[in-house]
Nanobody, 120 residues
Framework: QVQLVQSGGGSVQAGGSLRLSCEAS????????IAWFRQFPGKEREEIAT???????NYKDPAKGRFTISKDSAKNTLYLQMDSLKPEDSAMYHC??????????????WGQGTQVTVSS
């Protein structure tokens, strides 16, 4: 199975930037649709950005215009560049992989999560 190991994240002031990484091991990420989710305390994880096998990207409203999802197939790594961060972006961020881009119905592979804290 695919193993996803996350890095990056941490604390930043409002308006700052962070880049999250998600490195896949054991198998190539090429056949997978990859996504970033975030989770607030006591809430369900919410999808914020996806990148499909062909490189097509999709963003949910919280990420539009400020976050950029990308992947480096040579490094087998997914990224989330987060700019103009706001305190309300503070959450646990997870990467996920699914062959069909059906994260809400399938059982995707998950990264371990990384905390992002944005101070005002």
């Amino acid at each position: 199975q695919v193993q996803l190991v996350q890095s990056g994240g941490g604390s930043v002031q409002a308006g700052g930037s962070l880049r999250l990484s998600c490195e896949a091991s054991r198998y190539s990420i090429h056949p997978y649709c990859i996504a970033w989710f975030r989770q607030f305390p006591g809430k369900e994880r919410e999808e914020i950005a996806t990148i499909e096998r062909d490189g097509h990207t999709n963003y949910k409203d919280p990420a539009k215009g400020r976050f950029t999802i990308s992947k480096d197939s040579a490094k087998n790594t997914l990224y989330l560049q987060m700019d103009s961060l706001k305190p309300e972006d503070s959450a646990m961020y997870h990467c996920a992989a699914d062959r069909e881009c059906r994260f809400d119905t399938n059982d995707p592979y998950w990264g371990q999560g990384t905390q992002v804290t944005v101070s005002s």
